[in-house]
């Protein structure tokens, strides 16, 4: 397992002190939404009002959505530029001001693989300026994730981990690199080993294509496709329950089984090319004690939920409980 100097991974027990900012109480216990931002690179790029708005709504929806935090899929921004950055980091202000929590995975537009004032590959080595992600670690640091519990790289977001925790359960969220390279491919294996009784969200841009399917491509500048990350990563582990991305358009849903017969929900949200993304949230809308979990697209700007096949239901989700605990061992 690979620890770098201030990145020592903490076991459940020690965890679970220090996340108390992120457990409800017992009143709100088992019942509780947590939004997804699909890619917002268009948003940012030509309306901000849409942009802001999603933000605000949540703002005024923390209460009584019992939020633990946010997850965003990738593609904050378009071009690799400050004033995007710019744009983009004034919106996540007003969450921190209101100390709400979020995770960002990374998208290919939001490293140095795009242009500064286009979102076309940039002049050299694609596969190298994939990685160069100062930008974003820049204006997103470490501090800004509250949340966050380890990373792969010292400083860096790229790859990290966050926990939670609702009502009798326990969350870690897995953030991915683009098409990761295989040295995170094994580090998150060593953390979703180690957090064996969490229930493990895998947050990457990149993962079904829009007919559902498991891209089985590197999109021709990453490292391991999808595929190879499903196969060496998302099928081993019996914990992990969800996988969500975007990249593609537009929503789609993917239910595999993993090797110890766990069902995995592989979720894709993206509508960029759809009215500039339409200011649309993915809210997943949990309930423990019934095992389900309500899908749908909000536009906070529009109020309005898309009645289409990206609105459905998912029953008879095994969600690891605390209860139930005592009666795990670890692999």
Known sequence: MKHLPGNKILKPALLSVLTCVATFGSSEAQKFTLPVFPDTQTEVTANHEMFYSRIQWLVDKKDSLHMPMLL??????????????????????????????????????????????????????VNQNLRKTYKFNSYFPVSRFTHQRGRYEDGKSDN???????????????????????????????????????????????????????????AGYGDFSPQVVFSQLVKKHSNIRFVLSGHVMSSALKVDEGEAGNKVYQILQNYQNDDMGGGYIRLLDFD?????????????YYRKTKTDSSKFVLEGVDFIKQSEERAQKKP
């Open 160 to 218: 990290a981990y966050y926990t939670f925790r609702v009502g009798d359960t326990n969350w870690l969220v897995m953030v991915l690199e683009f098409c990761p390279r295989m040295g995170p491919i094994n580090w998150a294996n060593d953390i979703i080993r180690e957090y064996f009784n969490y229930n493990v969200i895998i947050l990457t841009h990149y993962h079904l294509t829009p007919k559902g399917e498991i891209a089985d491509r590197n």
């Open 72 to 125: 965003h899929v990738g593609d904050v921004v378009n071009f690799d530029n400050y004033g995007q950055w710019e744009v983009a980091s004034r919106g996540f202000d007003v969450l921190d001001q209101h100390h709400i929590p979020y995770a960002i995975a990374l998208g290919n537009h939001d490293t140095e693989a795009v242009g500064f004032l286009s979102g076309s590959a940039a002049p050299g080595n």
């Open 288 to 300: 423990v004690d019934k095992g389900t979990v309500g899908v749908s697209m909000y536009s906070p």
